[in-house]
């Protein structure tokens, strides 16, 4: 089916902006540089969509003692043998930990600690999981299928992009003869 979750909002947020959902899209072209196959990259649309994100903000960015809840859309494909993924973070205030989990279709959540150890865990609809302070996560789709994921997240977290920009993960998620492999 095609249907996703879409909640039904039931707060009035004090965001600056006063959107209650606050959309934005990451094309190719926005993940310079996370990709391994910079050949297969390079060949590639760069408007193509990777994934949306829907965020649901009661509170202002960085407030302590909030919570933020994310719907992620997650789109089927690969560069070279490498999934589709997120940029991936860890986050600024880097103790504070997540929950996600998975709504619709298949993928693998991949998590990395501060002394670079890289595991995944198995998204599929109904998975839970529990992302500790200090580890950064990423989400790749491994389906044929869009995969969606939802997330809860303190709203005094925020987001470290550029140490995942920087030194990346120790381990990225391909298709080897089909099958998922961390390598
Ligand atoms: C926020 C939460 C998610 C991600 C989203 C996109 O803490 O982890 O909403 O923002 O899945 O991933 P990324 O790595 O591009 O932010
Ligand atoms: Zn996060």
Known sequence: ????????????????????????????GDLDGVFQDKEAYGKMNKEQVVYHVSSYLPVLESTP????????????????????????H?????????????????????????RRNVWAERMFPGSLHYIPGKVAHRVAN?????????????SDAGHDYATIADTGFARRLVDVNGVPTLV
């Open 1 to 28: 089916t095609n249907k996703v979750f879409i909640p039904e909002v039931f707060f009035t947020n004090d965001c600056l902006t006063g959107e209650d959902v606050v959309k934005s899209t990451r094309v190719l």
């Open 65 to 88: 003692g909030g919570l933020f809840m994310g719907i992620t859309t997650l789109y089927s494909g690969k560069v070279g043998q490498e999934y589709f993924m997120t940029k991936g």
């Open 90 to 114: 860890f986050h600024s205030n880097s103790d504070r930990a997540e929950f996600y989990w998975g709504v619709e279709g298949e993928g693998f959540l991949i998590l990395m600690d501060e």
């Open 142 to 154: 491994t389906g044929y299928q869009k995969l969606v994921f939802s997330a809860c997240w303190p």
